[in-house]
């Protein structure tokens, strides 16, 4: 049988996934092409295909997740093959099975694989059969309140709910107690609906301390299959992972053996084909036990190539076109060690809610090597509430973890990111932590870690509002005269006839504001760089112009800087008193609440989904409901006024 013709290959995602699968198609010498929404019409990941093609509509619902016009997409462009990417329909049988009848290859397993394993339920019945060791749980298929309720009384709380067909956490909730549940699974059936258009559920015990270590499966369409070791993922906040290393810290050549194979057996079980990740929960005793398997490739197999110097992409193009496995299984290398870090635009010191707005500044990180960086977005570009925060992932090597951790830091102080909130500085403090120095991880890890790695904002000090201040002075926008570039009205030295040199300045940061005085020049700005010298320590800061904003990168996070504006401050502190406003851009899903009813504090009063994660708005204190300015399926701005609340 002849191999497939494949020369134009289009990738049915967005940001850094498709601009990282392109890239490795276009070294590959194939057409790529992109799809994209409305929304996503200047998007980096379309900019950068051979062809685009326009999918209508903003939300994922209405444009990526479009199984119809994906296949047309594909037929219009002369695409013979679809990469999934991860998320929206790379695990979803029915995308794969259309793909398959359209005439066209799928870049991912075989639709019975995605069945059988895809489900989360369906996978934990099938290890269940192999022997598997599973962390006890419900996956049966009925779906109602009370089922969930016996389910949990018998397993014991905590436990968490788990959309069958997710993943990155979306629909995904801890439940302490029986009086969190029947909100909790309403809401996580919300999430999954929303994200993956499957609203079912599974329930399994909430273990303590666990490690989330999982294996990289490869196999081809002629019966070979290969682990390519394993990822440690243990660093996670609202069960989405943060940080990935490779190899897993700690892991004997004995446990990675037993379960490289038993993740190669369950693929092999179900005739597998392509990538995909068995995930198991380790525990301190050395004990591991089933978590899912995720029938596509990871967020995090950056590492897994960094150690193995394989191209994964490269690898699932080949199988596609009937080619063997290049190599066998003594032959998978493990060189040094890596270290990925997920870059999200999110706000840390607020319960990491997604941000959106305009990437006023964005400067990635030096390339070199062991450095990576995968991105989906440039500078300008404008994130907005429909898909997925992540913007993209910095990913170091080393010979060894130290040196790949150090090497990851730079890169962290290197990237300068404004005009919206990310988690670069929470980033930097997980890496530096002493704690995920020596390795010790698990899935508690950043609770436990809390208030070092999220701590309160603090005063802005003297030497910052210095160094602000010479930086503003000195980046301000000169009123050059055309006929005349070098008079003196030109400059910003604050230039007074027979008087010292003094410029006054009132400037705002993060809610602080200072009125400063300067008499001379101290600090030297040259392009971006200001040089600052303190009792004999020079140190160069990043300091970026951006119309009337000034970025200062201070003790690891990039600072915007403007110009204070009295009125403004005044009019803000008495906008909507007494009313409860949007945290971000997003959409009204559920009112709960009317006017003039009578609410508990704490109580759900609206929920608001953004970036495919629903938010509730709860009422900070007892009250009456006075007045209600949103309604269900309404697109609200952050800062917008949803409900106003009376106290009693």
């Known amino acids: 049988m002849s191999a497939p013709v494949l020369t134009t290959l289009l990738v049915a995602n967005r940001g850094e996934i498709a601009c990282r699968v392109m890239r490795t198609a276009k070294a590959l010498g194939l057409t790529t092409v992109a799809v994209h929404s409305a929304t996503d019409r200047e998007a980096r990941h379309s900019r950068e295909a051979d062809i685009r093609v326009d999918l209508g509509g903003s939300k994922a619902a209405d444009s990526y997740l479009q199984i119809d016009k994906l296949i047309a997409a594909a037929k219009a462009s002369g695409a013979?093959?679809?990469?999934?990417?991860?998320?929206?329909?790379?695990?979803?049988?029915?995308?794969?099975?259309?793909?398959?009848?359209?005439?066209?290859?799928?870049?991912?397993?075989?639709?019975?694989?995605?069945?059988?394993?895809?489900?989360?339920?369906?996978?934990?019945?099938?290890?269940?059969?192999?022997?598997?060791?599973?962390?006890?749980?419900?996956?049966?298929?009925?779906?109602?309140?009370?089922?969930?309720?016996?389910?949990?009384?018998?397993?014991?709380?905590?436990?968490?709910?788990?959309?069958?067909?997710?993943?990155?956490?979306?629909?995904?909730?801890?439940?302490?107690?029986?009086?969190?549940?029947?909100?909790?699974?309403?809401?996580?059936?919300?999430?999954?609906?929303?994200?993956?258009?499957?609203?079912?559920?599974?329930?399994?015990?909430?273990?303590?301390?666990?490690?989330?270590?999982?294996?990289?499966?490869?196999?081809?369409?002629?019966?070979?299959?290969?682990?390519?070791?394993?990822?440690?993922?243990?660093?996670?906040?609202?069960?989405?992972?943060?940080?990935?290393?490779?190899?897993?810290?700690?892991?004997?050549?004995?446990?990675?053996?037993?379960?490289?194979?038993?993740?190669?057996?369950?693929?092999?079980?179900?005739?597998?084909?392509?990538?995909?990740?068995?995930?198991?929960?380790?525990?301190?005793?050395?004990?591991?036990?089933?978590m899912e398997m995720n029938t596509r490739l990871q967020v995090e197999h950056p590492v897994t190539e960094a150690i193995t110097g394989l191209d994964l992409v490269a690898w699932q193009i080949r199988v596609a076109r009937g080619e063997a496995l290049p190599i066998t299984q003594e032959q998978v290398p493990l060189n040094g060690h890596a270290i990925e870090v997920r870059l999200y635009a999110e706000d840390p010191s607020n319960d990491f809610l997604p941000a959106t707005g305009r990437l006023e500044v964005y400067r990635e990180s030096a390339e070199g090597p062991g450095r990576r960086v995968d991105s989906g977005v440039e500078e300008g570009d404008e994130i907005s509430p429909f898909y997925d925060p992540m913007l993209g992932k910095l990913i170091a090597w080393g010979e060894d973890r130290e040196q790949a951790r150090l090497r990851l830091l730079s890169m962290l102080d290197e990237f300068a990111i404004g005009g919206l909130k990310t988690n670069i500085s929470f980033l930097r403090r997980i890496i530096a932590h002493p704690a995920f120095a020596a390795a010790e991880l698990d899935t508690g890890f950043i609770p436990r870690y809390q208030q070092t790695l999220l701590p309160a904002p603090s005063e802005l000090s003297d030497g910052f509002w210095e160094a602000a201040a010479q930086a503003f002075a000195q980046s301000l926008p000169g009123a050059v005269r055309a006929d005349d570039r070098g008079s003196p009205w030109a400059l910003n030295s604050g230039l007074r006839t027979g008087l010292p040199a003094q410029t006054s300045l009132h400037l705002s940061c993060e809610g602080q504001d200072r009125a400063l005085t300067l008499n001379t020049v101290g600090d030297s700005l040259s392009g971006e760089a200001l040089v600052v010298e303190r009792d004999g320590v020079r140190r160069i800061l990043r300091a970026i112009r951006q119309g009337d904003s000034l970025y200062l990168q201070w003790d690891g996070e990039l600072r915007r800087i403007q110009t204070f504006d009295p009125i403004g401050a005044v009019d803000a502190s008495h906008s909507h008193q007494g009313g409860l406003t949007a945290p971000m851009n997003g959409s009204i899903v559920r009112v709960l609440v009317e006017a003039g009813q009578t609410v508990e504090a704490g109580a759900q009063l609206v929920v608001l989904e953004a970036m495919k994660m629903e938010h509730s708005i709860r009422a900070p204190h007892a009250g009456v409901i006075k007045a209600l300015y949103c309604q269900e399926g309404e697109m609200v701005g952050e800062g917008s006024a949803l409900v106003e609340l009376e106290a009693v």
Not at 153 to 182: C, F, H, N, W
Not at 224 to 232: G, I, K, M, T
Not at 249 to 266: D, N, T
Request: hydrophobic share 40%.
């Open 80 to 290: 013979q093959a679809i990469h999934p990417g991860y998320g929206f329909l790379s695990e979803n049988a029915g995308f794969a099975r259309a793909i398959e009848q359209a005439g066209l290859i799928f870049l991912g397993p075989p639709a019975s694989a995605i069945d059988a394993m895809g489900s989360k339920s369906a996978a934990k019945a099938l290890m269940e059969t192999a022997g598997v060791p599973l962390v006890p749980g419900y996956h049966g298929e009925a779906q109602d309140l009370e089922t969930f309720r016996d389910a949990c009384e018998r397993i014991g709380y905590p436990v968490l709910l788990k959309a069958t067909a997710g993943g990155g956490g979306k629909g995904m909730k801890v439940v302490e107690d029986v009086s969190q549940l029947a909100e909790a699974l309403a809401s996580a059936q919300r999430e999954a609906q929303s994200s993956f258009g499957d609203s079912r559920m599974l329930v399994e015990k909430y273990l303590l301390k666990p490690r989330h270590v999982e294996i990289q499966v490869f196999a081809d369409q002629h019966g070979n299959c290969l682990y390519l070791n394993e990822r440690d993922c243990s660093i996670q906040r609202r069960h989405q992972k943060v940080v990935e290393e490779a190899p897993a810290p700690g892991l004997a050549p004995e446990l990675r053996r037993a379960m490289g194979e038993a993740a190669v057996r369950s693929a092999q079980a179900i005739g597998y084909v392509g990538a995909g990740t068995v995930e198991f929960l380790l525990d301190a005793r050395g004990e591991f036990f089933f």
